[in-house]
């Protein structure tokens, strides 16, 4: 049995060509995987965007959800971590798909080993208007009067906000190292107070990376399915393993 761990789907993002095929490209990733799945770890952004209502959701991502369902059903733990894309997850998707949702970092005991996970983007120092702007995001206030705009006007806003998120951001290989050197240094000073971590593991950054930071702890960034369709796999040895997918969304 494996653990599998995936991140930045940003499924329902505007910039995708064929929105139904890359949704179709996860499900048959997850669908390979289902036999020697134990645990898979959505470390964030998985949706591009996502917003519950108190007594309506929003449409699409049914054929992704039905799978996430099967799985947990199956038996297979399966744990989100909320990325900035899909912060707003309250309480319809754990409930409906059996899945443990977690804001924030989180430290697991798998196989014998502690495992440090998250999304990425909250970990380490922060200017003062980015603690700002997330502060306001998970604000309950803020969410109370965000709910009361008709989805007409929120949906079209995200999804603006998304494409121009996307047309300036950082290629791999440019501005997101500083941002990569920042979550190591934040890994390594961690190291100190908790030796005993083997792996950390981060979504966000959009790159395929995986380091040693000592001779008994690496830290792995897990890529995205927008370029380079990647994964980690932990086995019960203790090895962290990336991996490319199938652009059809096999295992290779």
């Known amino acids: 049995m494996k653990t599998y761990f995936i991140s930045d789907l940003h499924l329902g993002a505007p910039y995708f060509a064929d929105s139904r095929e890359s949704e179709l490209r996860v499900v ?30 929003p449409r699409g991502f049914v054929r992704f959800f039905g799978k996430l369902a099967e799985l947990s059903d199956s038996g297979v733990k399966i744990t989100w971590l909320i990325g900035n894309h899909d912060i707003w997850i309250f309480d319809y998707l754990p409930n409906e798909l059996g899945v443990r949702v977690i804001d924030g970092s989180l ?12 999304h990425g983007d909250g ?26 705009i008709h ?3 929120t949906v079209p806003f995200a999804s603006a906000w998304s494409r121009h998120s996307r ?15 920042k979550l190591k240094a934040f890994s390594t000073e961690y190291l100190e107070s908790h030796p005993d971590i083997r792996h950390f593991i981060y979504g966000h950054l959009h790159i395929l990376k995986q380091e040693q ?3 008994t702890s690496d830290i792995t960034i897990l890529g995205d399915w927008i370029s380079t369709f990647s994964y980690a796999e932990l086995t019960a040895d203790g090895t962290l393993t990336t991996h490319r997918a199938h652009v059809a969304g096999r295992r290779e």
């Open 107 to 118: 430290t697991e005991e798998i196989y014998g080993m502690k495992v440090f996970m998250a």
């Open 167 to 181: 047309a300036t951001g950082r290629e791999p290989g440019q501005e997101w190292y500083p941002l990569y050197d």
């Open 213 to 215: 930071l000592t001779p």
């Open 151 to 153: 989805p007409r006007w």
């Open 123 to 148: 970990v380490g120092r922060h200017p003062l208007g980015f603690r700002l702007l997330r502060s306001l995001f998970r604000s309950k206030v803020c969410q109370f009067f965000y709910s009361g």
């Open 28 to 57: 048959r990733f997850l669908d390979s995987i289902k036999e020697d799945a134990e645990a898979i770890y959505l470390l964030g952004d998985i949706l591009d965007y996502w917003y519950e209502y108190r007594y309506v959701v």
